[in-house]
């Protein structure tokens, strides 16, 4: 009875492409997205290449940390709009209160040092990447 | 929409109840109300029970039937209802559609949240728990951070600055000195908020609600069953409304409304056959200071960009036009999760009916509001309660 359908599941593999400069967004009929995306039958989603840079939309310095942070704070959070796409993530590369409204940034992927776990990140564009 | 008639209410002081299991907590508020009600305990058809972080806080999922189990009948269906920081709203909610649908006519909803057992470290992370983990937990968003970024968003768009977010806290601490329920029964000024340290710019530790136990309960019945036992509550909920927006901000497209929040709204007013205007009074979903502002603009009290002042400007003070939060809010009553929604009911309710301490600051209200919201307002239960004809 369903009429969507799993597709694209794979955070991971989105992760992995970001990481090698592959970077990708998904989108449909009426929308642009990204892994993990879910879609009707009857909407395709087409990989599209994430643009190489976004803007920062809004930000804030979290100095309470979450606990996979707890040694990081204080350390920015930022909503970047990359073309029709928005992605939340930390960012790194320059000092959390220097991080404004209209910032351009590239998006990467880090990993928490307690978790191991990896997540979006981003960093001002054109600085040299120190990974 | 069905009459709907609160027949009792009942609730914990909001507080630290250290020593307190939250069985206890509940069966005192849920006892209160009951007994108020006047109804027999072998009459309640069903309890719709919210609470959110009952496994982390307290080892205890599948909390219904533990809630349910004092109520005294057996022949009782029991749910909780898990809907983070709204998890207490949806209970009404889903009470209220018991009754409308003719399957009951007698229900408790409830709700219930132990949080002092955790410290902040641990809130911290089980409130984060509220959003979405792949794309927000795992960058390290916290939830105050999740405000922020919408308290920034907000600001740079319309304006506005901290010291307008902070005499919401002010004023809402000021109407909790009289609420003997409240957490905070103390005034704080501007300069307190301001000079507080941040949590997540712009907000500080006094934008917050704090880290709270506590317990709601109320008892709805159908307009029939209170005809035919005697029974003459003062107040009913004439609207319910719920809405649903993406759990992850990133998928919104706008971060300066909550577009869960509207659709409850106007869900909960047209089947009370009201508008934001016949509103006199509202119990609002203030986790921290932007949250207000944004409530009141969803509620369809002021345009987008158009409540940050509204506090400063005396509009939403006791002696306003339009008075916010006269519990203290979740800000200085406090927000024990799980049970912030049916909290709400309560205070409203008390108000309405004339009961609750600063009820005198509204004497001839006869149509109020209440907003839950759930995480970043993903989820949102709103409540239009009336004087009863």
Known sequence: MSDEI??????DAWLDALEVDEGYYLRGDSRATVPPAVAGKTDELERETLPETGVVESKTVIRVPHPDFEDAAPYAI??????????????????????????????????????GKRFVGFRPAGEVSDR | MAEILIAGVGATDFGDHTGRTGRELFAEARSSALEKSAVPRSDVDALYYGNYMGETAERQ????????SGVGTTDLEATRVENACASGGYAVADGVRAITSGEADVVLVGGLERMTPLGTEETTAALSRAADELHEGRPGLTFPGAYALLA??????FGGSREDLAHIAVKNHANATTNPKAQFQSEIDVADVLEAPSVADPLGV?????????????VLVSGEYATENGLEPAVAITGSGRGTETLSLQERGELTRTRAAESAAQAAYDRAEVTAADVDVAEVHDCFTIAEVLALEALGFY?????ITAARDGETTRDGTLPVNLSG???????PVGATGVGQLVELTTLLEGTHPNADAVPDAKVGVTHNAGGTVATAAVH??????
Request: proline share 6%; aromatic share 4%; glycine share 8%.
């Open chain 2, 206 to 218: 006094l934008d917050a609600c704090p880290i709270t136990d506590g317990a709601a309960a109320a």
């Open chain 1, 78 to 115: 930022a909503i970047v709009e990359f073309g029709p796409v928005t992605l939340t993530g930390q960012v790194t590369g320059t000092d959390p209160e220097a991080v404004e409204t209209g910032l351009v940034v590239e998006a990467t992927v880090l990993e928490a040092e307690t978790s």
């Open chain 2, 303 to 307: 345009e987008p960009g158009a409540a």
């Open chain 1, 6 to 11: 799993i597709r694209e599941t794979s955070y």
């Open chain 2, 384 to 389: 239009v309660l009336e004087v009863a004809k």
């Open chain 2, 152 to 157: 920034d968003a907000y600001m740079e768009r």
């Open chain 2, 61 to 68: 999922s599948h909390q219904a039937p533990l809630m349910s």
């Open chain 2, 329 to 335: 809010g979740l800000k200085a009553k406090g927000h």
